[in-house]
């Protein structure tokens, strides 16, 4: 019998070789698998991570937003803040100008409190003076000179202001400021208040006191102020006479003109066209003025500066719209630069009948 020939590779080691193989591949599932599951965990926590960063990206993109939005309200504050401090600023200085200006007002009233107090008084004087000076038949013998008459002179001084139907006129342009064109124009520049305070114009107030006191109380007045332009006293009464026996009239009347700021030229054609309006016509009439006009009814239209010749022409002219029949009285106050004015008043006041008087500083 033939022997049988020996097989290398035979059942058995294949089956060996197969499972041994199969065991490789079994270890490496195995291995590999395990590893999957472990970069899974390993993904699964990084996406977590990556979660998380991406919502803290989110929240420091609402911040950013939250921060830009409150550097844009921080700017807009800030901008209004600065204009409120520039306006706070603007208004505290302003706030100072009116203290100091309310200030100023304050002592010019109060100077102007002592001028009406120092007013008060000489009118109280010159009120004992008239009295003492009355025309009683009992006073005749206590005045140094009496002087009877017709009754319409008055003492030591002769203006006539009887009659029946009594105007006063007063100049209340700027000259009547100061007795100098320099001072008048260096007091232009003041206040009110300081204007109101200037020793001519007060004597001014003085006169007319004076002038008051002497009419008759039996008799009608109207009392007009003029400088370009003519106004009565007593406001809405320009074409009606007011009685002297009523004391609010005439207190009325006085008391308007202390509120008076003297200021532009001079028109006495205004002046007496304004007298004219009155029925009837007055009686008597009593000026007070510092000097010739500077102008007709209206400013010259060419002409900017007015001389001495040209201020005889418009008083001329003005005098032409004057009632003959009744007597001009012109009480002249003192002003440099106008030679021509007291032969010109008292020229008018002769041709009327009636007087002129260029009255010391201390009068009346």
């Not at 200030?103 to 109060?110: E, H, I, N």
């Not at 004087?125 to 009992?138: D, F, T």
């Amino acid at each position: 019998m033939a022997r049988r020939k020996t097989e290398i590779f035979s059942m058995s080691f294949l089956d060996c070789i197969t499972c041994a193989f199969g065991s490789v591949v079994l270890v490496y599932t195995l291995i590999n698998a395990q590893g999957g599951l472990r970069r899974s965990a390993e993904t699964q926590v990084m996406h977590a991570e990556v979660d998380k960063l991406e919502q803290q990206v989110l929240e420091g993109y609402q911040n950013l937003v939250l921060v830009r939005n409150s550097l844009v309200q921080t700017d807009a504050e800030r901008v209004r803040t600065e204009g409120m401090g520039a306006r706070v600023l603007e208004l505290t200085q302003k706030t100072k100008e009116e203290l100091a200006d309310a200030d100023k007002a304050t002592t010019a009233r109060r100077a102007a409190i002592e001028a009406l107090k120092a007013d008060l008084k000489s009118i109280d004087e010159g009120k004992r003076r008239l009295e003492g000076g009355s025309k009683s038949e009992e006073a005749t013998g206590t005045r140094v000179q009496g002087f009877k008459g017709q009754g319409d002179r008055q003492y030591l001084t002769g203006l006539k202001v009887g009659g029946k139907h009594i105007v006063v006129l007063v100049d209340t342009s700027a000259s009547m400021l100061d007795e100098t064109v320099v001072n008048v124009l260096r007091m232009r520049n003041m206040s009110d208040a300081r204007k109101l305070l200037s020793d001519k114009w007060r004597r001014t107030h003085s006169t007319v006191d004076w002038i008051a006191a002497q009419l008759p109380m039996d008799s009608e007045f109207q009392m007009f102020a003029f400088n370009t332009h003519a106004w009565p006293l007593l406001e809405g009464s320009g074409e009606r006479w007011l009685k002297v026996s009523d004391p609010n009239a005439l207190t009325d009347a006085l008391g308007a003109l202390r509120k008076i700021v003297p200021k532009d030229g001079t028109s006495l054609e205004n002046a007496f066209l304004a007298m004219n309006a009155l029925s009837p016509v007055p009686d008597n009439v009593i000026l007070v003025t510092d000097g010739l006009p500077t102008q007709g009814t209206t400013a010259p239209l060419l002409k900017k500066t007015v001389d001495g010749e040209d201020r005889l022409k418009f008083f001329e002219r003005a005098f032409a719209r004057y009632p003959r029949a009744v007597p001009l009285n012109v009480i002249l106050m003192p002003m440099e630069g106008d030679p021509s004015a007291p032969s010109a008043f008292w020229l008018a006041s002769r041709r009327t009948g009636g007087s002129f008087l260029s009255p010391s500083k201390d009068w009346p």
